[in-house]
DNA sequence: ACTGATCGTCAGTACTACTGACGATCAGGC
DNA sequence: GCCTGATCGTCAGTAGTACTGACGATCAGT
């Protein structure tokens, strides 16, 4: 227990709010890396699901989604996106063919690796106010969290 | 510099991502509050705004949006809500009558103070698995990410 | 009094992600 | 070899959230 005040208000501003400090920081680097990824013609959003299929392709829909933590529904739309701009294909699973299997093009790897770069600049921007330690310390703490 | 990898896709573990990891933090977060504030029949948001009001009342409205980081428009539905169930009332501000003083209800101090306690006990659930030095450290940073 | 800005409100819009349902497909029991 | 139940991708519909743009009422400065 901590010190109890008198006032409940004491503790009441929003800026040491934990729900308020992880919304907006993500807010903000959202912003970050989605302006960095413009260029591209991608989001944040489609990045992740570049990352997942860079690092561990081919993929099925659904593996890709539950990497990610996102309903298999939203995957479709995503994925719709991406394929209408040449950046992944989507093909039947020889082995499964209720599963499709999906791949990124030669120019979703050039796209991904140029998006790689542009995320990492928008991370730094967004980490500089931070040391390199608070950064790890960060990160490893939040991956404690939410693997709980 | 960390070490370089000749594989770009070695750093494209998703839980590694500072952005996933923020997003799914909140995302823990403000489902383990929305349940513990549930009962009380108000969610996070409603609770947001409930701390300001606490905090610093009376304010208008346009002051309560700015320090929650939203717009005044989002925050008339907001307001709407919990008007209609008597935690706070609306007047026109009588020094200057465009704004509205908004102010906590008898009842809806009662309501704020319960869901003080509800709050830190999910928070303290959410924050169970890492230690007291780590919620500190983590608090520290992301105040000073957010404010850059 | 007039001009420009501010506050609360509302309609409309955009985005995101979900639920529920469907057809096609697979796996296991028999 | 069929059934039965489950899985995958798809789509329509829905809900939540927060925005833009516009409006009337009001204020401040000239």
Redesign the interface.
């Known amino acids: 227990m901590g010190p109890v005040s008198t006032e409940?208000?004491a503790?009441?501003?929003?800026?040491?709010?934990?729900?308020?400090?992880?919304?907006?920081?993500?807010l903000?680097?959202?912003a970050l890396?989605d302006a960095a990824l413009e260029p591209l013609g991608i989001d944040?959003k489609d990045f992740?699901a570049l990352?997942?299929l860079?690092?561990r392709e081919p993929a099925s829909q659904l593996q890709v989604a539950q990497?990610?933590?996102i309903d298999r529904t939203t995957m479709v739309a995503l994925l719709d996106v991406l394929e209408r701009k040449g950046i992944i294909t989507r093909r039947p699973d020889p082995t499964d063919r209720r599963r499709n299997v999906v791949q990124l093009t030669e120019q979703g790897m050039q796209t991904?690796?140029a998006a790689?770069v542009a995320h990492g600049r928008a991370?730094s921007a967004?980490?500089a106010?931070?040391s390199p330690n608070?950064t790890d310390?960060?990160?490893q703490?939040?991956?404690?969290?939410?693997?709980?």
């Open positions: 409940p208000s503790t009441a501003d929003p800026h040491e709010v934990l729900g308020y400090l992880l919304k907006h920081a993500t903000k680097l959202t890396t944040s992740g990352r997942v860079a690092h990497t990610l933590g991904f690796d790689q991370e967004f980490l106010a931070i608070a310390q960060l990160r703490t939040l991956r404690t969290l939410v693997e709980n």
